[in-house]
């Protein structure tokens, strides 16, 4: 099989899955790289507080910060390219790691297939997301380590990959030892002279470049960890059991795939001599799940980066398999992992929370088009769950714009609440304290919430008409919605003509609009 054809293959399905994942997987894919990228380049967006404590490495939104400025050099800056450029970038750097992998395996016909239908990777291989790259860079690291040599280049890729995410870490600590033991080379001289400068090389790097951009001496590793793990800032997003990751994690991330892994699990431990790669990946995946476990906070993207792993035990027991299994069940197996990997993959990629990125189009025409009586630009509020849509990098327009914020509890206040919490709480005080009623021109001139809000807080309301309603997902839960609602604000002059023509809505546990306006009636805090 030639390799270029292989490599244009996988290219081929990367680039494919930019334009086929059209749905909104988890904020940081934004708000981590893309928005940082748009306030370094264009000057105007919105840092997390995760850039104001410095816990966040500048070294990836740089990469797109300079793809941006490259764009807009070339007075080519339109909204549409700024999102997906960087997402073709993250696509050509998934593709090399796939071929490596391809080469890494002994460019078996059955580590091509595998690394091409895993739904998790098509899902996720193209989006702009930490793990993402982190999943790239182990794999390409992998692939140089020394199985069956004395080679150390790995440790660059590794390296930048422990810099980036420090939870990394967790898997190159038993592969390095791993290669300490087998090594030929005099160990302490392999650590002095790859190890310890490599290292120091690429520490100094980043370092470098996050005290230049956080403006102060930083090592952000160190405070990703000191917020992440020590202080266990994670848990205030949500806590998991201690098993998460055996029990549902990693097999969801695998899908279909958790039974040839399981299989290649029992070959290995039964056949551990004919299978000594996939042991040594065996125990580094078991201690990285183990001590994953241990943080509360856990997520399917966490474990991205033991799938190259997972695959490789995939690989190497299928691939023994098939030289004694008949025609009839090799291609029944090959179909099974297919189907089962491409009905998740096309389910989420298309359908399951498309919403958001339906709704920035959208938002951006309003951006661009809209003006109020006093010829003002529009000022959009996001009423829902923080960072539930992208943000000016999807807009590319200085406008106003307001959403509700949810950082943890840093100052560890007792009883603390984020704006989120205590907004969802009783949305009707929250927006008698926060926004202006009157006059009329003081409201936000757009709202975007989810299909849910809209029945509590009806007289709020009675000043705007609905705009759009983009379909989101299949079910409703409590702060999220089937549908995403955009309201626009009534104009001098349309509010009788349009209210007249609506039904009046449900006013009842909601106190009069006369309420509304005397509610801190001075009082602009929409911003």
């Excluded at 790669?277 to 125990?283: A, D, R």
């Excluded at 359908?351 to 959208?362: A, N, R």
Aim: aromatic letters at 14%; proline letters at 6%; one cysteine or more.
């Amino acid at each position: 099989m030639r390799l270029l054809y292989v490599f244009l293959l996988i290219l081929a399905v990367r680039l494919a899955s930019v334009f086929v994942v059209q749905t909104y997987y988890v904020p940081d894919e934004y708000w981590q790289s893309l928005e940082v990228a748009h306030k370094l380049t264009f000057g105007y967006g919105y840092l997390t507080w995760e850039w104001v404590q410095g816990i966040r490495s500048y070294v990836y939104p740089l990469l797109i910060a300079g793809l941006y400025k490259i764009l807009a050099l070339l007075q080519l800056d339109s909204a549409h390219l700024l999102v997906v450029l960087p997402r073709i970038l993250q696509a050509l750097l998934s593709a090399y790691s796939d071929y490596r992998f391809f080469v890494w395996t002994g460019k078996r016909k059955w580590a091509l297939f595998l690394i091409l239908v895993p739904w998790f990777w098509f899902y996720t291989g193209s989006r702009t997301l930490a793990n993402t790259l982190e999943a790239s860079l182990t794999t390409i690291a992998l692939s140089y380590f020394p199985w069956y040599g004395e080679s150390t280049a790995y440790l660059w890729p590794a390296a930048i990959c422990c810099f980036l995410r420090p939870t990394a870490a967790v898997i190159w600590l038993p592969l390095s030892l791993y290669h300490l033991r087998k090594s030929r080379q005099n160990v302490l001289e392999l650590i002095l002279k790859r190890f310890v400068l490599i290292g120091l090389l690429v520490a100094g790097l980043g370092i470098a470049i996050d005290t230049y951009w956080h403006g102060q001496l930083i090592v952000t590793p160190y405070e990703f960890l000191k917020y992440n793990v020590f202080n266990n800032i994670g848990s205030f997003y949500g806590s998991h059991p201690w098993h998460w990751y055996f029990s549902v994690g990693l097999p969801t991330v695998l899908g279909i795939n958790t039974l040839p892994f399981i299989f290649g699990v029992m070959e290995t431990v039964r056949k551990s001599e004919k299978y000594p790669v996939s042991k040594q990946l065996l125990i580094t995946i078991f201690l990285t799940l183990v001590v994953l476990s241990a943080v509360e906070h856990k997520e399917f993207r966490f474990v991205s980066s033991l799938l190259p792993l997972c695959l490789y035990v995939i690989t190497d027991v299928l691939s023994r398999w098939s030289a004694k299994a008949s025609s009839t069940m090799l291609w029944t197996t090959a179909l099974v992992i297919l189907v089962g990997n491409v009905l998740p993959a096309w389910y989420l990629s298309t359908v399951h929370q498309k919403g958001p990125i339906e709704l920035m189009p959208k938002l951006r025409e309003i951006a661009q088009e809209y003006r109020d009586e006093r010829e003002h630009q529009a000022n959009i509020l996001f009423l829902m769950p923080c960072h539930s849509t992208p943000y000016y990098s999807h807009i590319h327009q200085n406008v106003t714009m307001r959403f509700l914020t949810c950082e943890p509890n840093l100052e560890k206040k007792e009883q603390y609440k984020d704006e989120a919490d205590r907004f969802f709480e009783d949305p009707v005080h929250w927006i008698n304290s926060h926004i202006p009623v009157h006059p009329l021109t003081a409201l936000p001139t757009h709202v975007v919430m989810f299909d849910p809000l809209a029945e509590n807080i009806s007289v709020f309301l009675r000043n705007y008409r609905l705009l759009h309603r983009i379909e989101h997902a299949e079910h409703r839960q409590p702060r999220t919605g089937r549908s995403i609602l955009v309201y626009q604000r009534l104009k001098k002059g349309e509010e009788n003509a349009f209210n007249q023509q609506q039904k009046e809505p449900d006013v009842h546990d909601h106190p009069p609009l006369e309420d509304l306006v005397m509610a801190n009636e001075n009082e602009n805090l929409f911003n």
